[in-house]
């Protein structure tokens, strides 16, 4: 008896990623068996058993997108204090709005706001740092996303220990919700702090993720307590290495890409953040250059104002132009930053961030019937270059199909923007 696939794809446009150099290929199939990719090939004359056939006519087929840093319920706060740079953003807006706002409410409908964001934009898996963690752990669960959540050790709404502990345990088995240690960034952690954090990341083996070197400020403050560079400073307190990821990294210097180069740290790079705030531009080709695994984040909705890899693929590639036109960034790696070497700065590399078999079926298809996808070229330049994230009409998680003809399956999604609203009341009730 012939073995029935959960779901027969077919392709007219693929780009598996499998060798990472991000070639097209036409007329292709994927098997899905149960979570994970059975196989890729031609499409043959006949067809294999499928419970599902999916046809993808006229579609670019392309692994999940994977997003390396996200605060994902500061979707709530999109909007407020644009005009402020990064410290009085802080200082002025954020901070005080999270002491008032802030509770597993909250939480939840920023959440559910923000994955709503995520599936209409192809990306199937985050990096996640903020408060409540196992209250955001259970939504990933349900809505079928996978997410790297780490829990904030700095946070004053919840016992660290306690969340942690938690996820741990409810999700051990879990092959979606990861565990992970968040610090919010030098400045704000002490020595002691970080030095715990690296302790607890070892003996748990959870991946630490922390704002580093993202203002001119940071680097002054850092520098006046510690004698030396924020990424020197990490180093001594054990904050480095593979299981550890570096977000931002505006203000590298040369010594510290030397240090997180030959620690194997990865580096997740939020340019549209980094230019709404007015930080500047991380040295990312540099980075490139030393052998530093370099990803993508969208940084939170408050600060970007959205949670759209493709605009920032398109903004992040143009601005490495600008800053160094003589050097070139192909879109092959740009794609690759928030697709191979994503999953490589999570830890993630044997499982997502391919259309491969073996890997979790984590599969997005842009619907190419566009005007600003024509002429077909270099539908891997149109995917960097001119698609803007509407195009996505179909999105797949762990075999689960998420989104179909651009509609999300199985949510209320006007449940959710009601919810949305009425915590926008609270808000001005508190500003």
Request: charged fraction near 25%.
């Amino acid at each position: 008896m012939s073995k029935v696939f959960s779901k027969v794809i077919l392709c007219e446009y693929l780009l598996s990623m499998e060798r990472g150099d991000g070639q097209i290929k036409k007329n292709q199939m994927i098997l899905v068996d149960e979570n994970k990719i059975h196989s890729v090939g031609p499409v043959p004359q006949t067809l294999p058993e499928g419970k599902e056939i999916i046809r993808l006519n006229n579609h670019l087929v392309c692994p999940g997108l994977i997003n390396t840093h996200t605060h994902l319920p500061m979707v709530l706060f999109r909007g407020l204090g644009d005009h402020l740079t990064l410290q009085r953003w802080l200082e002025e807006i954020i901070f005080p709005l999270e002491k008032k706002m802030v509770n597993p409410e909250f939480i939840r409908v920023g959440t559910e706001l923000a994955l709503l964001e995520l599936i209409k934009n192809g990306i199937t898996t985050v990096c996640d740092m903020y408060f409540h963690t196992p209250v955001m752990a259970g939504l990933f669960e349900s809505y079928g996303l996978r997410g790297v959540l780490a829990v904030d050790m700095l946070s004053s709404f919840s016992d660290w220990k306690k969340d942690l502990d938690d996820l741990c345990d409810t999700y051990k088995e879990s092959q979606r919700v990861h565990p992970a240690i968040a610090c919010h960034a030098p400045y704000t952690c002490d020595a002691d702090l970080l030095k715990l954090s690296a302790e607890e990341s070892q003996k748990r083996n959870l991946p630490i993720s922390i704002h580093v070197a993202e203002t001119e400020w940071e680097i002054s403050e850092i520098k006046k307590q510690y004698g030396k560079t924020p990424v020197a400073h990490l180093k001594d307190c054990g904050v480095i290495g593979p299981h550890s990821i570096f977000v931002h990294c505006v203000y590298l210097n040369e010594e510290d890409m030397d240090l997180m180069a030959e620690t194997n740290t990865p580096l997740s790079y939020n340019p549209e953040s980094n230019m709404k705030l007015g930080s500047g531009v991380a040295p990312i080709l540099r980075a490139m250059e030393k052998g530093i695994t370099v990803s993508m984040g969208t940084d939170g909705a408050a600060s970007n104002n959205d949670l759209n890899l493709f605009t920032e693929m398109d903004t992040g590639a143009k601005l490495q132009k600008l800053k160094n036109p003589s050097k070139t960034v192909k879109a092959k790696d740009i794609f690759s930053m928030v697709t191979t070497s994503a999953a490589k700065a999570l830890g993630l590399s044997d499982s997502i961030g391919k259309i491969q078999a073996g890997f979790f079926a984590d599969i997005i298809a842009l619907n190419l019937n566009h005007p600003h996808l024509y002429p077909r070229h270099d539908l891997l330049n149109h995917l960097v270059y001119s698609a803007s994230g509407r195009e996505v009409d179909f999105v797949m998680c762990h075999g689960k199909v998420l989104m179909k003809d651009a509609e999300i399956q199985g949510v209320d999604v006007f449940r959710i923007y009601a919810e949305a609203e009425m915590i926008k009341e609270k808000i001005k009730e508190t500003v």
